[in-house]
């Protein structure tokens, strides 16, 4: 059962989302970029990451919580339920000071069953390609899914979405 504050959570969360307003993907998109695990397309411009974070989950009701990462502590953004099954979703905000660590920890804990990053804004802060590399491998040995966040007019986000992946 649903804490309160949850269940408060829920219901501002479900008024302030349109569910037609969906800027999301599972399979790929028109120029044929593969899945891996699931990820999100975001292209809506105008709405903050949360906001963003927030469409994937109405589009994709599987996850059933969100956090993202701030100042070393974990807050919920979200939470959803999938019938009886619990799966748990982190968002790892690479725009704070997150330890390298923190991405093996957070995988081989099985606390959570999905990863969202950004890995354009990872690359951004310095994260090497070959580092990237090693996460994916490594959620794929642990059968986590991963989620990418790319924005659809960055070119180079695709192109380094190809690249971790292939």
Same mark, same amino acid.
């Given at each position: 059962?649903? @804490?309160?504050n ?6 501002? =969360? ?8 969906? +800027?999301? +993907? ?7 970029i593969? !899945?891996?695990g699931?990820?999100? =397309?975001?292209?809506?411009?105008? +709405?903050?990451?949360?906001q963003?974070?927030?469409? %994937?989950l109405?589009?994709y009701?599987q996850? /059933? @919580?969100?956090? %993202? !990462? ?5 807050y919920?953004?979200?939470?959803? $339920?999938?019938? =009886? /099954? $619990?799966?748990?979703?982190?968002f790892?905000?690479? @725009?704070?000071?997150?330890? %390298? /660590? +923190? ?8 606390? %959570?069953?999905v ?8 690359? $951004?802060?310095?994260?090497? =390609?070959k ?7 490594? @959620?794929?040995?642990?059968?986590r899914?991963?989620?990418l966040?790319i924005? /659809?007019d ?7 979405f ?5």
């Open positions: 059962m649903l @804490s309160e949850l269940l408060i959570l829920k219901e501002e =969360l479900q008024k302030t989302i349109r569910p037609e307003r969906k +800027t999301w +993907t599972v399979e790929g998109d028109d120029k044929g593969p !899945q891996w699931i990820w999100g =397309l975001f292209g809506e411009l105008g +709405t903050g990451r949360t963003k974070i927030l469409n %994937f109405v589009a009701p996850l /059933s @919580s969100v956090w %993202f !990462q701030k100042e070393q502590s974990w919920p953004i979200g939470f959803y $339920q999938n019938g =009886l /099954s $619990q799966e748990r979703a982190l790892i905000n690479p @725009s704070e000071e997150t330890l %390298f /660590s +923190t991405f093996f920890e957070v995988i081989e804990s099985e606390l %959570f069953d990863l969202i990053l950004d890995f354009g804004k990872l690359m $951004q802060n310095g994260y090497s =390609l580092v990237l590399r090693k996460i994916h491998a490594k @959620s794929e040995k642990h059968r899914l991963c989620c966040l924005e /659809s960055r070119v180079h986000d695709h192109w380094l190809e690249k971790i992946t292939t």
